[in-house]
């Protein structure tokens, strides 16, 4: 039984996510392959999937979008679970939902098994010049969002659904 977690960043927050998620899938005795989707993983040799993406101007990165597209046949035949890394997903105002996983979803035939919407960091010193001069002129909220417990309390919750 081996899992892959696959995930896209930018600015790091969405690669730690991914590191809980597989640490502790690891301690439920589950073989994990963890992967930058820059690196082009294979799907196919894992008996199920993580798929994880950060978010930028409302949509998940185009390196995860274009890899779902091209192991399509792949990750529709076996469980998939998807998670989001926002700076949206810490406000209560939310209510758990993203636009960008919502619109992802709706492009795609996928029909996994669970989702998810983390919050993740907004770190100034860790995103390009231009960058942030759009986050502070839109006045987004700075910090670490993160709630890697609630990471690992997920990973735990779908454990059985991508192992069955
Ligand atoms: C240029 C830029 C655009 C962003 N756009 C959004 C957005 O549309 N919605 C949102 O909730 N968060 C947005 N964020 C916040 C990111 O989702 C957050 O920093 C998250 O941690 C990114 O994951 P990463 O660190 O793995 O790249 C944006 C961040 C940057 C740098």
């Given at each position: 039984m081996s899992v892959l977690v696959a995930y896209a960043t930018h600015s790091g927050a969405t690669r730690t996510l991914a590191e809980t998620l597989a640490a502790t899938l690891e301690e439920r005795g589950v073989a994990v392959e963890l992967a930058d989707l820059q690196e082009g993983p294979d799907p196919a040799g894992h008996d199920a999937v993580v798929l994880g993406s950060a978010v930028r101007a409302e949509s998940f990165e185009k390196t995860a979008v274009n890899w779902a597209k091209t192991h399509l046949d792949?990750?529709?035949?076996?469980?998939?679970?998807?998670?989001?890394?926002?700076?949206?997903?810490?406000?209560?105002?939310?209510?758990?939902?993203?636009?960008?996983?919502?619109?992802?979803?709706?492009?795609?035939?996928?029909?996994?098994?669970?989702?998810?919407?983390?919050?993740?960091?907004?770190?100034?010193?860790?995103?390009?010049?231009?960058?942030?001069?759009?986050?502070?002129?839109?006045?987004?909220?700075?910090?670490?969002?993160?709630?890697?417990?609630?990471?690992?309390?997920?990973?735990?919750?779908?454990?059985?659904?991508?192992?069955?």
């Open positions: 792949v990750l529709v035949s076996r469980p998939l679970a998807v998670f989001s890394c926002s700076g949206s997903a810490s406000d209560p105002a939310k209510g758990g939902k993203q636009k960008a996983t919502d619109a992802f979803l709706g492009s795609l035939p996928l029909r996994p098994v669970a989702v998810k919407n983390f919050p993740g960091w907004v770190l100034m010193e860790r995103i390009p010049v231009h960058e942030r001069m759009l986050l502070k002129s839109l006045r987004t909220p700075t910090g670490d969002f993160r709630d890697l417990s609630a990471v690992a309390a997920w990973a735990r919750e779908i454990a059985p659904q991508l192992t069955r």
